[in-house]
């Protein structure tokens, strides 16, 4: 389930049901997203057109923005991109349908897919494919994965609610 934060120039929304946990909104805007504040996104907590560049770095679409100060919106490739990554997903990136099973269609401007069969939330990616011996060719990429990744501090990985007061 996809959930807002508005800010003045900017609405953020984020989908827990498609981060990778990779952390590359935490390295590049520590201001903006930090795990152990509620809410852990604040919009306004840096430049509207710097955060864009930021959200648009999200390899998974979990992340999205949409622009209240008509600021320019995000670009996507048409036709779709898609990119191999060595040992991993393909990265996406366009006009992407995602058709669930309960028949809602949700579109995303950025993806990682699943093509080491392993991901536990097909069809994107879900990082096993780090803990496996799956071997593909691609382009490489330097992925840092968060140090706070498997802390429960991030909002979606509470036990009970687990978007409550993210
Ligand atoms: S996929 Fe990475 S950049 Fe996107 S929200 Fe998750 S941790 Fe942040
Ligand atoms: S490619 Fe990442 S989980 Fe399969």
Redesign the pocket.
Known sequence: MRKTYRGKDIEVS?DVA?????????R?SPQV?QLRRRPWIMPDAADADELAR??E???????QYRRLDGGLEEQTPEPPRITPIRNGPLLVRGHIEVRHEDGSVETLPRA?LCRCGLSQNKPFCDNSHLRSSFRAPGEVIHIEL?PV?EQPEWPMATADDPRGDA
Do not use: K, M
């Not at 498609?18 to 935490?26: A, D, R």
């Not at 770095?57 to 992340?63: M, Q, T, V």
């Open positions: 984020f498609v981060c990778t946990h990779i952390g590359e909104c935490l590049r997203f930021v959200i770095r999200c390899p998974s679409g979990a992340l990682s968060s990744r």
